[in-house]
């Protein structure tokens, strides 16, 4: 249960920071490029549900000769790595719309914002 509310949580701040993304860069936030966005919360949220439960279900059954304490840190440190990478590919592949020409002025070509820190790569 908690690994899938922890990958529901993770997809919707993914979401929501491509969201804003979008809208700082003013890339693809017209109309079809704002639907799209919305269309994408529900599913990203849904996947992240799913990858979760599944990701923590699968860490579990493939340590299930292991001491507790190595099954419990396996299972989390899959569940946070799997969905953090969901989350990471949906802002550098919908966030940022490397080469779509912006309006706002504010971002360089690739359309990665100005706040996005630079030691991680999008």
Do not use: K, Q
Not at 9 to 30: F, M
Not at 63 to 83: D, E, F, G, H, S
């Amino acid at each position: 249960m908690g690994a899938a509310l922890f990958g529901a949580a993770v997809e919707y701040t993914a979401w929501n920071v491509s969201a804003r993304a979008r809208a700082y860069c003013d890339a693809g936030y017209d109309a079809g490029g704002a639907f799209e966005i919305a269309f994408l919360l529900p599913v990203m949220v849904g996947i992240g549900v799913f990858l979760g439960a599944t990701t923590c279900a699968a860490a579990l059954h493939l340590t299930r000769r292991a001491p507790a304490p190595v099954r419990a840190c396996a299972a989390v440190l899959l569940v946070v790595l799997t969905t953090v990478s969901l989350g990471w590919w949906l802002f550098a592949s919908r966030g940022t719309l490397d080469g779509y020409p912006g309006d706002s002025g504010l971002c360089p070509a690739s359309n990665i914002p100005p706040w996005w820190p630079a030691w991680i790569p999008a």
